[in-house]
């Protein structure tokens, strides 16, 4: 079965920067889109950015310029650099794919999150 793992967040000081990992695994499958998504602590999930598995990418407007997304296909992994770290941007983060197995079909599956810590 299909099974998405993030890795990457930890503790980071306002200004700083983390990779987080979003790894997709379960025997045969396509990957069609990867997103990745936001929950802070009392308030609702927010999207953060968007790739297909041909490179194509989106961002939410306030996080354009200081987040970038990418994918390995090869490695069926996607990434997400972030820069600049504020407070603000101190969450639980998500990977959300749409992935087709020959079982399911396409399906979208969410990985259980990465926390990310901004001390000012």
């Known amino acids: 079965q299909v099974q998405l793992v993030e890795s990457g967040g930890g503790l980071v000081q306002a200004g700083g920067s983390l990779r987080l990992s979003c790894v997709v695994s379960?025997?045969?499958?396509?990957?069609?889109?990867v997103n990745w998504y936001r929950q802070a602590p009392g308030k609702q999930r927010e999207s953060v950015a968007t790739?297909?598995?041909?490179?194509?990418?989106n961002y939410a407007d306030a996080l354009k310029g200081r987040f970038s997304i990418s994918i390995d296909n090869g490695k069926n992994t996607a990434y997400l650099q972030m820069n600049n770290l504020e407070p603000e941007d101190a969450a639980i983060y998500s990977c959300?794919?749409?992935?087709?197995?020959?079982?399911?079909?396409?399906?979208?599956?969410w990985g259980q999150g990465t926390w990310v810590t901004v001390s000012s």
């Open positions: 959300n794919a749409n992935v087709w197995t020959p079982a399911r079909g396409s399906q979208n599956y």
């Open positions: 379960g025997g045969m499958l396509r990957i069609n889109v």
């Open positions: 790739i297909t598995n041909r490179g194509a990418a």
